[in-house]
């Protein structure tokens, strides 16, 4: 029994360490299953948004996107065909411009606001003035969508990746990867392939 | 000693304790990812299975991987889809590849570009070889890609991936490739690192150096 009393630190020590090393592995930003933070960013009207502003959504269809990366500009009428479809039943769009507009000064919120003008967006623009938000959800590139489901504990991350399998030819998708998990959200169902990976342009610091 | 010991697991004991709540989560998490290996292991058997089934279909998609013909003059790319391409990735000839996934729309890629061709040029008598990897669009090889290489006389190997179906192909190349470039990998037989960052020409140089004898 002593020895065993002896070992305890021991096996706790291993543990300690342990949480060092694995630490260590996990990435930053969000995880499938974390509660997302609310913030308050510039819409390009000059109205803040938050989360909180949205009473009846049912979760959200948030979309790190910009007007100067040639990926997003080619997703740009599929984020709206979203909206489009999916405000109305509870998860609107809520598209948010992370890059550092001294980098890239096409991203500027004037220039913003013209692109949303353009193309006729239904959904709020927002910057991340400051670069904030971005690294809390782990976004890398545009476009990077984060699918949030409201509950009473938070919004709750349940899929995190791409829009789709075809960034060329919107009629040559298979499959709708986005769609695919607010469509099973809505049935109170699972999302089935909760990540997905696509070619971005990264995130200009 | 013995003493020293005991206080040193008796901090730790104090530490740990405080530590307790995290400490549950990691061991939750840690249980959760041998889970995880167990799934992806019976994933990866099945993948397997379904790769026999398709190897035929799979060569023909290879195969039908054809040389971009250029009417305007003298470059001529090298198109791959990912199965095509994986063979760049898996070569075991005591060489060292550098291999940087780039496209002409791509600011940083563009930027660090000069110091991968500095790298080529300055390495190639100790075994290294840049290849760059182009994701830039197929219908602007001829407007944009073929352009960029000869007005810039890209001197290292260029070749294209065009392959839609990033999802299935991006873990492969690395499953930490969230899919954003710049991003590069450099290899040796089987010693492989993967960066997804932009490179200045000493950072290059020093991860280069790791792979050197």
């Known amino acids: 029994m002593k020895k065993f009393v002896k070992l305890v630190p021991v096996a706790i020590l291993l543990l300690f360490i342990s949480a060092f090393t694995l630490n260590k592995t996990t990435h930053n930003g969000y995880e499938i299953g974390d509660v997302a933070e609310d913030f308050s960013l510039k819409n390009i009207d000059g109205n803040m948004v938050s989360l909180a502003d949205y009473k009846d959504a049912k979760g959200f269809i948030v979309t790190f996107t910009c007007n100067t990366c040639p990926f997003a500009v080619m997703y740009e009428d599929r984020v709206q065909a979203l909206n489009e479809k999916y405000a109305a039943k509870g998860y609107p769009v809520i598209a948010i411009m992370p890059n550092n507009t001294d980098v890239k000064p096409g991203d500027a919120l004037p220039e913003m606001k013209k692109r949303a003008e353009e193309k006729g967006f239904t959904f709020p623009y927002l910057i991340d003035e400051g670069q904030k938000v971005y690294p809390k959800f782990g976004a890398t590139k545009t476009p990077h969508i984060y699918i949030l489901e409201k509950t009473n504990k938070g919004n709750i991350v349940k899929y995190i990746g791409a829009i789709d399998d075809n960034h060329k030819d919107a009629s040559a998708v298979k499959v709708k990867f986005v769609e695919n998990a607010v469509d099973a959200l809505l049935k109170g169902e699972e999302v089935q392939q909760k990540e997905t990976k696509a070619i971005g342009c990264s995130i200009k610091v | ?175 930490n490739w969230s899919g954003s470039i710049p991003a590069t990998i450099i290899y040796k037989n089987d010693k492989k690192q993967f960066y997804e960052q932009s490179f200045n020409y000493e950072e290059l140089e020093k991860e280069v150096k790791q792979f050197l004898n």
Not at chain 2, 91 to 99: A, E, L, Q
Request: proline share 3%; with cysteine; charged share 30%.
């Open chain 2, 1 to 175: 000693m013995k003493i020293v010991i005991h206080k040193t697991l008796k901090h730790f004991l104090h530490k740990s304790l405080l530590n307790y709540r995290k400490c549950k989560e990691v061991l939750i998490n840690f249980m959760l990812m041998k889970l995880n290996v167990l799934i992806v292991a019976i994933l990866l058997m099945v993948g397997c299975k379904e790769k026999n089934k398709t190897a035929k279909v799979d060569n023909q998609t290879t195969e039908k991987v054809a040389k971009n013909e250029d009417v305007s003059g003298d470059i001529e790319l090298e198109i791959y889809d990912y199965l095509g391409f994986e063979d760049f990735l898996n070569k075991k000839d005591d060489k060292t590849y550098v291999i940087n996934f780039w496209a002409t729309w791509c600011a940083p890629c563009v930027k660090e570009l000069p110091f991968f061709e500095k790298l080529n040029a300055d390495y190639k008598n100790k075994n290294v070889e840049v290849i760059l990897v182009s994701l830039d669009f197929p219908h602007l090889y001829d407007k944009k890609l073929k352009p960029f290489i000869k007005e810039n006389k890209l001197a290292s190997k260029v070749i294209v991936l065009d392959d839609a179906d990033m999802n299935t192909w991006i873990p492969k190349v690395d499953e």
